[in-house]
């Protein structure tokens, strides 16, 4: 009888581990942020803000680009149920459309993303002074790694970096998340879009690529 005890013991113990395990999530329906974008070398950089709709699945991105005394600003629009975004220039009134690959949405963490652990950003010691995140690590196409850093409480994003031997390291910091989106046309194109045809391209971009070429393109302006 002490042996089925101890046995029925270990089960319990072992099962509420198991069901503490953190597991992949998926932020808020509606959010808006702020965020910074460069990569390793740091030869460029870009900061802006971001909102997205998760049953939609689509993000807006307004940048903001510092080259010297100077700001320039270019936008994107990113239908990942479509596979398709745009790269908007107002000054111009320009609008390019092309390919994306929707596999990956960087506002819910992959079900097939793999944990590498749980850390406090900040100090675990008094209430209020660090915040318990998660941290997972995954594939992309063309040969890419990412990986990207979660709240443990309410899934928020807060950085995310990826790799492809193409484009190099990049790596994009969130910040100032709010519940909810202030604008629903935000995630309809301009109409100046309408004409817009598909770029041909021998892959599509990522997330990651497609802000990557658009804080190129924000400095360059």
């Known amino acids: 009888m002490n042996f089925i005890s101890v046995l029925s013991c270990l089960s319990l113990v072992l ?17 808006s942020g702020g965020f910074t974008i460069m990569d390793a070398n740091g030869l460029y950089m870009s900061t802006g803000t971001i909102s997205y709709d998760t049953i939609g699945q689509r993000m807006r ?11 320039t600003s270019l936008d994107q629009l990113m239908i990942f149920n479509q596979g398709v975004y745009y790269e908007i220039n107002w000054s111009r009134l320009s609008c390019k459309k092309k390919a994306l690959d929707g596999s990956f949405k960087p506002m819910q963490v992959p079900s097939d993303a793999k944990l590498m652990g749980q850390i406090f950003l900040g100090s675990s010691s008094s209430w209020g002074m660090g915040v318990l995140v998660n941290n ?26 990826a790799y492809t031997p193409a484009s ?27 004409k817009a045809k598909l770029e041909e391209t021998e892959t599509p971009h990522t997330f990651f690529t497609a802000m990557q070429s658009l804080a190129m393109k924000t400095k360059q302006e």
């Open 15 to 31: 099962a509420a581990a198991s069901a503490q395990a953190p597991k992949p999530c998926v932020a808020p329906a509606l959010m």
């Open 61 to 71: 991105v307004r940048t903001q680009g510092l080259t010297g005394n100077q700001t």
């Open 136 to 161: 997972w690590y995954g594939e992309l196409p063309q040969n890419g790694q990412y990986s990207m850093v979660f709240t443990e409480i309410g899934c928020i994003p807060c950085t995310m970096s």
């Open 168 to 194: 190099g390291w990049v790596t994009i910091s969130t910040f100032n998340w709010i519940i909810g989106n202030t604008n629903p046309m935000d995630y309809n194109p301009p109409f100046f879009c309408a």
